[in-house]
């Protein structure tokens, strides 16, 4: 049954496809309203991560750093110690991908402000193929001490989530796809930064998704709906992760499946598996990216390919029966 204490829309199957990144854009020009001291830098792909909204509301406000990813975290750093609120924007496979060092010493170890926005990720870049397909930035970040990472699950909570990671201090890491996805949040819908949502309630199988896949969940649950009766939640926040939330779920269920646009290694899968392990030993299965790199082709083929849909997400709760 769904949670109506997150006011999700009312019907999934009329859901409006909008892109995160779009939120994100909105989100951020609302925060640069709301908080003089933010600031945003951009690696040369302004347009495509929606900074270009910001750039027009605040020029003054806008860095263009042209393809220098290395640098545009090294001089994010710096602003963060003046009092600055730096969102450093630019694809996820090139940030956190190619600056990782940066963010490591001048973000992390040195707990500067700063708001790393990994776009793209995922299939998102699917013509560009495997290099720039980034399936492992939330491995990458979620072991660094003193990050928060997160993962909006649509437009809206994008939108959101950018409102509040302008107000949370200390370095955080965002990541989203590119494609127009199912928006299935809605402005009533609650988001606090650490704290996992309870979609869908039941009592048989526990769904953990992040971002995109979280809709896919939602559409698996009820299409089971009447066979098994699962219980689906949005793991927007993987570090720190909401570990009451999960192990409540789990203890009731005994049956847990994670999914996610993303590696099974060091993602939102290997996190569960590595609580469930430490606390609560669980059948479980993982739906995402296998150990391999992808390879150019349209964003849906590609989902279909590696194993990323809501029929992946049935097989694996069917798995588990």
């Not at 793209?120 to 193929?129: P, R």
């Not at 979620?142 to 950018?162: C, F, G, S, W």
């Amino acid at each position: 049954m769904i949670n109506t204490e997150m006011f999700l829309i009312e019907d999934l199957k009329k859901s409006e496809m909008r892109a995160m990144r779009d939120g994100y854009g909105e989100g951020l020009v609302e925060a640069g309203r709301r908080n003089s001291e933010v600031v945003a830098l951009s690696a040369d792909l302004t347009e495509s991560t929606r900074t270009d909204l910001f750039r027009a509301a605040f020029p003054d406000r806008f860095l263009e750093m042209g393809i220098s990813e290395q640098n545009m975290m090294g001089v994010a750093a710096g602003m963060a110690a003046t009092g600055k609120v730096p969102f450093v924007n630019s694809f996820a496979c090139f940030s956190p991908g190619r600056n990782w060092e940066q963010l490591r010493i001048s973000v992390c170890l040195s707990g500067n402000n700063v708001k790393i926005i990994g776009g793209h990720a995922g299939v998102g870049n699917g013509a560009d193929g495997g290099n720039q397909q980034m399936f492992e930035d939330i491995a990458l970040t979620r072991v660094l001490p003193n990050i928060t990472v997160v993962v909006p699950a649509d437009y809206e909570q994008a939108k959101k989530m950018t409102l509040a990671i302008a107000d949370f201090h200390g370095p955080v890491y965002m990541r989203m796809t590119k494609p127009k996805r199912e928006v299935m949040t809605t402005g009533g819908t609650p988001l606090t930064i650490g704290k996992a949502q309870v979609f869908r309630t039941g009592k048989e199988v526990t769904v953990l998704a992040c971002g995109a896949m979280v809709f896919e969940a939602l559409a698996a649950a009820e299409e089971l709906a009447g066979n098994i009766d699962v219980e689906v939640i949005n793991v927007h926040t993987i570090k720190p992760l909401d570990k009451e939330t999960v192990l409540r779920s789990v203890l009731k269920t005994g049956k847990v499946v994670t999914a996610e646009e993303h590696s099974i290694i060091g993602g939102l899968g290997g996190a569960i598996a590595e609580l469930l392990g430490e606390e609560l030993p669980t059948k479980m299965r993982r739906v995402g990216m296998r150990d391999r790199f992808g390879e150019s082709g349209e964003p849906e083929e590609l989902l279909v390919k590696y194993g990323m849909t809501k029929d992946e997400v049935i097989k694996a709760i069917k798995q588990l029966r």
